[in-house]
């Protein structure tokens, strides 16, 4: 499926399956060994889910001293993926823009880490 095409319909339970929750970025730098430029980066989701690691081909947009401080949206309650030497623990979120380059999910405001998308 290409990013403009319309997913199939699921039910409200199928959505309620993903869980999405907010972080803040505590580290990020470029992750050795990737096929693309990508960014390794820690995220707090606070207390409950702690801290994670993930990855994301976001550097065209931006630097990895701007994403330490900035909350980002992620799935966390995806297995581990293995991204070449690297696993990531998390998915996070982001729209291609009209090049295809990633542009981050994020709230309009700061809100707790850890907080569930609802």
Do not use: W
Request: charged letters at 25%.
């Amino acid at each position: 499926m290409s990013s403009t095409e319309a997913a199939a319909v699921i039910s409200f339970d199928d959505f309620l399956k993903v869980d999405i929750r907010i972080g803040t970025v505590l580290e990020a730098g470029p992750l050795e060994g990737a096929r693309k430029p990508t960014y390794r980066m820690r995220i707090d989701f606070g207390e409950k889910i702690g801290i994670k690691v993930s990855s994301a081909q976001i550097t065209l947009h931006y630097g990895a001293e701007e994403l330490v401080g900035r909350q980002v949206m992620a799935v966390v309650n995806f297995p581990p993926r293995q991204i070449g030497k690297f696993m990531s623990q998390v998915l996070t979120l982001g729209f291609a823009d009209k090049d295809g380059a990633i542009v981050l999910a994020v709230p309009e405001r700061a809100v707790p880490n850890g907080v569930r998308l609802v």
